[in-house]
């Protein structure tokens, strides 16, 4: 696991740095959407947060991202639960469970 150095001493509980996520249409040629690229931003225990744009800007891919049922082209999605950090992006089917279980379910 990878320690993050935050100034405040504050870690976030889900942290998100330079996440891209994808898709490949193979049964239309190989056409690329690029549905996610370079999302930055941190949630904090307490923290209230929104996720608004229009139809078709990403909203559902990158909450499927975050929770984990999309793996990401690149970045990390690290959640904080007690004792623990986990990175959605590169976890064992097993640690993404756990996560669920004890920190977002």
């Not at 942290?15 to 994808?22: A, D, I, Q």
């Not at 891919?61 to 959640?79: C, D, E, Q, R, W």
Request: proline content about 4%; glycine content about 10%.
């Amino acid at each position: 696991m990878h320690q993050f150095n935050h100034p405040d001493g504050d870690a976030p509980v889900v942290e998100v740095r330079h996440l891209c996520k994808t898709f490949v249409l193979h049964q239309q040629g190989g056409i690329r959407i690029q549905a996610l690229q370079d999302v930055n931003f941190d949630v904090r225990a307490g923290e209230c947060v929104a996720l608004h744009g229009p139809s078709g800007a990403g909203k559902s891919t990158l909450l499927k991202t975050l929770y984990g049922n999309y793996l990401p082209s690149s970045g990390k999605v690290i959640v904080r639960c007690e004792d623990c950090e986990t990175d959605m992006a590169t976890a064992s089917t097993r640690a993404i469970s756990r996560v669920r279980r004890e920190c977002i379910g």
